[in-house]
């Protein structure tokens, strides 16, 4: 551990493909109102698992935000920044090339030509004692989620920073 999406690759690639019945996921209680307002944010993860990825962005999906970019180190996530806007940001911390500390810091500095250093950025890591939620904050990150992410606390955080109450 932790294993490497090429490693991963070379065991699998010879093995003949099977369809396995896809395990049941828990619903996601969400409004189609909701859905269609949330519909509306530009969300950028930044998450270097290829099987985290896919799993963030289908919880994403199932909660309204259809619009996800995904970028797999932080150096990338600078460059995707730079060229775009985005309403929030959910954060590794621990990713190749740049960690997500490092990588926060220089949003806020506005780095690499940042479009938006105040983005909200929130923490994803596996890391949960108190100190790693104060590294997190200290590194300009606004909030923080422990794996395996659980999409009511995802929702919830979200929501904290982007939609809040909405009128009846």
Known sequence: ???RQSELYECLAPAPA??????PRPA????????????QYRLLLVEDNLTNQVVAVGMLQELGYAETAVAADGRQALETLAREDFDLVLMDCQLPV????????SIR?????VRDPNVPIIAITAHALAGD???CLEAGMN?????PIRPNILEQ???????GPHPA
């Open 18 to 23: 099977r369809t396995a019945p896809a395990p």
């Open 98 to 105: 740049m960690d997500g500390y490092e990588t926060s810091r």
């Open 157 to 163: 955080v979200i929501e904290r920073w982007l939609e």
């Open 133 to 135: 939620r104060a590294s």
């Open 28 to 39: 996601i209680d969400c409004s189609p109102h909701q859905h269609a307002f949330r519909g």
């Open 143 to 147: 909030d923080y989620i422990t794996k």
């Open 1 to 3: 551990k932790p294993v």
């Open 109 to 113: 500095k506005g780095a690499a030509g």
